[in-house]
């Protein structure tokens, strides 16, 4: 029985999985307060990646790891919502370039305030050098099963 609890009690993936939900939660509500009520946690995947200069859908896909048809998929639910446009890409006109609106770019700065209030709050709770440790553990810990998943 002490076996089976002691394990139970050293898997950290379902603590990490509820941090990440907590902090999807926290960060969709913040930036709701800031105006941007039609925002889900699937562009979470794609926003960071984008700037006023774009980027080709594929490159979207493969930085967020995700699928080609996923990226089309979310790109287009964004571009409906006002936040990016797609226009030809200047080097092949086959290609189109995927790049904030001047709505995006205000959800973007909205994003980057809201991080910066909850690494706030990840200071406050844990201090600077366990946030510090946290970052490296987590950034080792991701690069690691990257590792096992590619082999």
């Not at 970052?135 to 990257?146: F, K, N, Q, T, V």
Request: cysteine-free; hydrophobic content about 45%.
């Amino acid at each position: 029985m002490s076996n089976s609890k002691e394990k139970k009690e050293d898997n950290f993936a379902p603590a990490l999985a509820a941090a990440g939900r907590a902090l999807i939660a926290a960060m969709m509500a913040k930036v709701a307060r800031r105006g941007f009520t039609d925002v889900t946690p699937a562009f979470s995947s794609l926003m960071p990646l984008l700037d006023a200069t774009g980027a080709r859908p594929s490159t979207l896909a493969q930085r967020a790891g995700i699928t080609k048809q996923a990226m089309s998929q979310l790109v287009r639910e964004l571009e409906t919502r006002g936040y990016v446009e797609q226009v030809p890409d200047s080097t092949d006109t086959r290609a189109k370039i995927v790049r904030l609106t001047k709505r995006g770019v205000a959800l973007h700065a909205a994003a980057a305030e809201v991080r910066l209030e909850l690494q706030s709050v990840a200071l406050a709770k844990l201090g600077k050098l366990r946030v510090s440790r946290l970052r490296r553990d987590l950034i080792e810990l991701a690069a690691a099963l990257e590792e096992m998943r590619t082999r």
